[in-house]
């Protein structure tokens, strides 16, 4: 091989191993978002759930208090004061829930992006070996 082929030749093994380092590099990244899109997933199934037991729970406590408000028809006036005070309580539980669902998705992302954050990753590297000590000093 002339000198020449030899440096074409190293040339794009050079190229082809930046390629091949970019391609897993990219593979990399593209199995982390696919694990973020999993938790985000599993989640907002968990936030389904919860908000729908929580509708289950407010349904349930209104058919009570309905069912409450037809047995004690003679004191109807006073019942039905209490009950439209229950179920103002209810909305304004409901409203509190969504509040803080929000709340916790803000909050959610906010602890996403202080772990991902460079600062926080080269502090849990500087302090790992502390931690480290901490853990076997408290297992002794």
Avoid: C
């Avoid at 208090?65 to 037809?70: S, V």
């Amino acid at each position: 091989m002339s000198d020449e082929n030899l440096l074409e030749h190293t040339r794009r093994e050079t190229a082809e191993l930046r390629l091949a380092e970019r391609l897993r590099i990219a593979l990399e990244q593209r199995a982390a978002f696919e694990l973020e899109v999993l938790n985000s997933r599993d989640h907002a199934i968990g936030r389904a759930a919860e908000i729908g037991e929580l509708r289950y729970r407010l349904v349930k406590q209104a058919a009570l208090h309905e069912q409450r408000l037809t047995l004690a028809q003679a004191d109807s006036a006073v019942h039905d004061a209490n009950h439209r005070a229950h179920i103002a309580r209810l909305e304004a539980a409901l409203g509190e829930v969504g509040r803080r669902a929000a709340r916790a998705e803000t909050l959610d992302r906010e602890i996403a992006a202080l772990r991902s954050s460079s600062t926080w990753r080269l502090g849990r590297l500087l302090t790992s070996p502390v931690r480290a000590v901490k853990r076997l000093l408290r297992r002794a």
